[in-house]
């Protein structure tokens, strides 16, 4: 676990790799091991990561055949899964990992060399893309995800915080449904917030879904290619939304560092519980 430090920022990088088979068996090997230690640390009541050792890095190792290290990272990622789940005061069933994400430690887990991505266990996954900013700064622990096809590694850096200063001025944001405003007294920016077009996708799904489902019986549940065309409609307009924000907020940034100034927001909480006290 890396330690607090006020003086450096903590951020995930992505590269971008090859879906190997042997990568996406390990990666279902890995889930299914961790499923098994997190159900076995809440049945036992393990709380600490000696006795977790104890009871399961044997079995990881030998009934799983998972490398060592990844046995190892393996319980140390259901023991915060499990933690997670205690500290949940809603918590509900016991639960259960259904993403395919794998937790990797770096030097003894996997290393990045030559164009690949090599895990311990002999898997070797090609670089496809990489984001070069950060490769000055060391690499620390690393998770390897898979889904929809792309396989990405992300990789944990520590860089120093950028230095603060004092702002001149504000640069004031307000949200609303179709736009996002900016500015101040003299600058005054719109920009979409992609709700219409991430609509249209929505109404697609509905259409598809409506299209195969009966008052008896719901075919768009049953029929694989229709519910992947559904989920593909939700996740074309979840890209939409995110996408959008994420470039608008970058240029909001970029606008206030360019000019000296902070960025400030207005805050709505509890808006409509104060004006039902108006008299």
Not at 143 to 158: A, C, D
Request: proline share 4%.
């Amino acid at each position: 676990m890396l330690a607090v430090n006020e003086g450096v920022l903590t951020l995930s990088v992505a590269v971008r790799v090859s879906p190997e088979p042997a990568g996406v068996e390990l990666l279902k090997t890995y889930r299914t091991a961790l499923n098994y230690a997190l159900n076995r640390i809440l049945s036992l009541n393990l709380r600490a990561i000696k006795d977790v050792h104890k009871a399961l890095y044997r079995e990881l190792v030998e009934w799983f055949g998972l490398p060592s290290r990844v046995a190892v990272d393996c319980y140390r990622d259901a023991l915060a899964n499990a933690n997670a789940w205690r500290r949940n005061p809603s918590r509900g069933r016991r639960p259960r990992v259904e993403k395919l994400s794998m937790l990797l430690h770096q030097g003894s887990g996997y290393r990045v060399r030559d164009g690949y991505v090599e895990i311990i266990g002999g898997v070797r996954l090609r670089v496809i893309g990489r984001d070069r900013r950060y490769d000055c700064y060391p690499s620390g622990e690393a998770r390897l995800t898979y889904k929809s096809g792309k396989m990405v590694l992300w990789v944990s850096k520590r860089i120093p915080k950028p230095e603060s200063y004092t702002p001149r001025d504000v640069v004031g944001v307000d949200v609303n449904e179709e736009k996002i405003v900016y500015g101040d007294e003299s600058i005054n920016v719109e920009r979409s917030t992609g709700i219409g077009r991430a609509e249209r996708f929505k109404v697609l799904a509905e259409l598809l879904q409506k299209k195969y489902s009966s008052p008896r019986y719901p075919t768009w549940k049953r029929r694989r290619g229709i519910l992947d065309g559904i989920r593909a409609f939700h996740e074309k307009a979840k890209n939409i939304l995110v996408d959008n924000a994420r470039k608008v907020a970058r240029e909001i940034a970029a606008t206030a560092k360019k000019l000296g100034y902070a960025v400030t927001r207005e805050n709505l909480k509890g808006l409509n519980e104060s004006l039902r006290k108006l008299p």
